[in-house]
């Protein structure tokens, strides 16, 4: 059943009841998310990411066995990378990359009032690489994970690595408001 607002729900009187640095707040958020939209719809950024954190995990992987595993690009039945060695074989998709997270962490950093832009723009490019690397050893974690105890795999590609990641993230925005300027009205 859909229901609909009554005949006198004004937007603009429900918006001035939200304080000013509230909205300012929700404001950033949505001008994030437009950004964040456009620049994927104009330069897809799925591709090269993934080709990115396959390669580092790649690198990463074969720090712990006596050879890096092979990489291959897949077009069907999914789109991503296989990676895989003698004995194992793991599909990396473009969900896989860590786009989501890396949005979901600048977006909060530029939405945060009385930040300098700099201040900003070195936490994103620190964020990004501290994520993306993270990202990377969780790969490749998961591929030495499918080798020696695939019986983990499930619960730790989806439950364990996915917790790990959102933490790291939560500690980073924590390191970025530790300083914070005080908020003015």
Known sequence: MVTTPPSNFNVSALWQTIQPLQRLFLRRVLLSMAI???????????QPLTMLIVRIS???TGVF?????NVVLQLIPFEG??????????NIA??????????????????????????RTLYSVVG???????????????????????QWFSFLHHTLFQLAMYAIMFFLWM???????????
């Open 36 to 46: 964040w939209f456009v620049l994927d719809f104009w330069l897809p950024l799925d």
């Open 128 to 150: 990004f690489v501290t994520l993306s690397l993270a990202n990377a050893l969780r790969i490749a974690a998961l591929f030495l994970v499918s080798k020696q105890l695939p």
């Open 175 to 185: 390191m970025y408001l530790r300083k914070q300027r005080p908020l003015s009205q």
């Open 94 to 119: 473009h969900t896989c990359n860590g786009k989501a997270i890396l949005f979901l962490f600048t977006a909060f950093l530029w939405a945060i009032p009385n930040q300098t832009f700099w201040k």
């Open 65 to 69: 066995l006596s050879e890096s595993p």
């Open 58 to 60: 790649q690198w990463m």
């Open 81 to 90: 990378y296989t990676m895989y060695d003698n004995a194992t074989k793991m």
